[in-house]
């Protein structure tokens, strides 16, 4: 062989080696994504949860996979969603909404799992404490329990000659007994009566405000849960059907023509779970890493919705509102 085609021959061979080399990539990291409601109900959170995981250097289809198990309404689906998790080895998992972040934690005690909730961590179970998690969870709270007194408060300013209020209660959810608690002792001490009535289907949701219409009840008072959180529309719609005074935690409510809204950021709790599991991701233990809690508390008036029910809203509620639709 001449010298001039042995050195043409390992010069090109110089040149594919990184090529060869580049395409022995390694497979992406997968995180297993778990929800109690549907992908087009929860996209708001899932780009929240997103831009957490970007802030920490991760980004969907580049540097990560994310595998998506939603159970579309149907609670009993969740521990048979995370098991399906655990078996295929995701590096994380992110449970969304309480009833997601008890199936993930009972399916595995080794993959580490970020949850999003809006109860507390500990009386659920999930954590030892919130500033020491332990074991291999950890995750981000709003502020729910904690203000689920003070919307039966606003119910009673919106509408203040009521002494009848509905409480709507989705009975699977495992933080319902607290929640309608806190609620009953914020509606003793306004001498108001709370009509409970239950749904965790569309179909009982609108059995359960025709029931609440017919017994006249001055407003209705909605307790956060996350299949209710992907029922919003129909929630606006059936509040504005029956012509009865909702509120409700999240501004979603708001922006689907509902009336009124209290209560924690929910779209700033995924950031912060994304930015958790981005964290996990680098090496991190969730056993290290303290619960998370979103401040935020937002209290937002549809007043054309108000004026659709032909309702006043009472200018204490006006002077206080973080956002007023007109």
Known sequence: MKRREFITLVGGAAVAWPVAAGAQQRPLPIIGFLNVSSADAYAPQVRAFRQGLKQVGYVEGETVA???????????????LANDLVKRQV??????????????????????????????PVQLGLVTSL?????????????????APKRVEVAHE?????????????PRNPSAVNLTRASQQAASMLALQLDEVHASTEAELDDAFRTLAAKQVGAVVVVTDAFFN?????????????SLPTVYQYHQFIEAGGLISYGGSITD????AGGYVGRILKGERPADLPVQQSTAVE???????AKALGLTVPLSLIGRADELIE
């Open 66 to 80: 994310i595998e998506y198990r939603w159970a579309d309404g149907q609670y009993n689906r969740l521990p048979e």
């Open 91 to 120: 590096a994380v998992i992110a449970a969304a909404g309480t009833p997601a972040n008890v199936a993930a934690k009972s399916a595995t005690a080794t993959i580490p799992v970020v949850f999003t909730a809006g109860s507390d």
């Open 131 to 147: 500033s020491r998690p332990g074991g291999n969870v950890t995750g981000a709270t709003q502020l729910t329990g904690e203000v």
């Open 158 to 170: 919106l509408v203040p000659g009521a002494k009848l209020i509905g409480l709507l209660v989705n």
């Open 230 to 242: 992907g029922a919003v529309p129909l929630l606006a719609s059936l509040s504005m059907r029956h």
């Open 269 to 272: 709790t995924y950031r912060l």
């Open 299 to 305: 209290l937002i008036i549809n007043l054309k919705t």
